[in-house]
């Protein structure tokens, strides 16, 4: 999973209902790119290289995870789905909509298909104009001047600040929640999943530390010599993270969003433990319980043996490749079992197999939508 990075995209219209159109661009980039973080002014200039309509510019900050290559792809899919039709030789021609990566963080990139910083953008007061309402102090990175250090240096005739407004989409919220443990079989892609929703949605984020464990690399080994230990290990680094960690009101967050709960200790202790070992570990296990913060909701992440075996197998970590799909199978029906033990358990159940959230944004909205809807 890639890191967010801010892309700054130009907008442009002089054909048909132009603001609308303008208006519709910014809500397919917040389907298929990332969160639209501010829009600009909407400026209106003369079309330039040939006849034609005026058009309408704007500029939009958008965080992503996805790299500039990938948005250009997305920008073009845009483009083509509001009827623009790109026709090579003809040069400059009336159109529904332009989309230009214009910034990219402090990124320089040159090949064939893209170039980043946008290479006319110095010379073109219709692209600065709207960038700087929304970038005034971010430096062009080839030239080491600010925006509107550049926008300074420019022509302003021509270029009219209209009247007209774009408006943000429309976000979701986790308003009403303040801790969300989200679950799921091993490789269900939980993690990546809470570390996005802290990132987009300004959430303390708790992640199990199950790679510091030096007990898991020999459980897959030997795991009738090392379960009893590996079971107690995690559940003692368990407790410990959420006492600490859910004790602590962070003022600048939000909600909290887990990529665990601690009743996994206890679901995967009876798959591995051996009967007399579970009956000691229970007890040990209801005595911490009683005592943690629970979730006020539960999300759990259900995928096929098939699609687990495959992410394990994608993610590399060389302890895991052994991981039996029985082994899997039997981690699915005991979380199961355990959520219909529980009937007072705000829970939501959603099958996953078919969705990648990571590579394809509109699942990942789609997975919010269901989660806070």
Not at 114 to 122: A, G, S
Not at 272 to 297: A, C, G, I, R
Request: proline share 4%; hydrophobic share 40%.
């Amino acid at each position: 999973m890639n890191p967010l990075k801010i892309v700054f995209i130009a907008l442009g219209s002089n054909e048909g209902a132009r603001l609308e159109f303008l208006q519709r661009a910014v809500e397919e980039i917040q389907k298929k790119t990332g969160d639209v973080k501010s829009v600009s002014g909407v400026y209106e200039t003369p079309a330039m290289g040939f006849e034609g309509r005026s058009f309408l510019n704007a500029c939009i900050a958008v965080d992503t995870r996805f790299r500039p290559h990938k948005i250009l792809k997305q920008l073009l899919e845009i483009e083509k789905k509001l009827g623009r039709e790109r026709k090579t030789g003809q040069g400059y021609q009336n159109r529904p909509i332009d989309l230009d990566i214009v910034l990219y963080e402090q990124e320089v990139i040159t090949s064939e298909e893209l170039t980043v910083p946008h290479p006319e953008m110095h010379n073109r007061n219709f692209v600065l104009a709207p960038l700087a309402d929304i970038a005034s102090e971010v430096k062009h990175p080839v030239k080491n001047v600010k925006i509107n250090a550049l926008f300074d240096t420019l022509d302003k005739s021509g270029l009219t600040l209209t009247s007209e407004k774009l408006q943000l989409p429309k976000k979701f919220s986790f308003s009403g929640f303040n801790y969300i443990a989200v679950e799921g079989n091993i490789g269900a892609g939980k993690t990546s999943f809470a570390t996005m929703v802290s990132e987009d949605f300004n959430a303390k984020l708790i992640l199990e530390r199950f790679k510091d464990n030096p007990f898991l690399p020999k459980f897959y080994e030997d795991k009738s010599r090392y379960a009893f230990p590996l079971e107690m290990s995690f559940l003692a680094d368990r407790y410990q993270q959420l006492s600490d960690d859910l004790a602590q009101y962070d003022l600048f967050k939000d909600f909290v969003v887990s990529d665990y709960d601690v009743f996994k200790s206890l679901i995967f202790a009876k798959i591995t433990l051996h009967e007399d070992e579970y009956s000691l570990y229970q007890k040990l296990f209801n005595l911490m319980y009683k005592e943690l913060v629970k979730p006020d909701l539960y999300v759990y992440f259900y995928q096929n043996t098939e699609r687990l075996l495959e992410n394990i197998k994608k993610r590399g970590r060389d302890y895991e490749q052994n991981i039996e799909a029985d082994y899997l199978a039997n981690i699915n029906r005991s979380y199961l079992s355990f959520i219909k033990s529980q009937p007072g358990l705000n829970v939501k159940i959603i099958d996953i197999s078919e969705l990648d959230f990571v590579k394809d944004r509109q699942h990942y909205l789609q997975l919010i939508q269901e989660i806070t809807g």
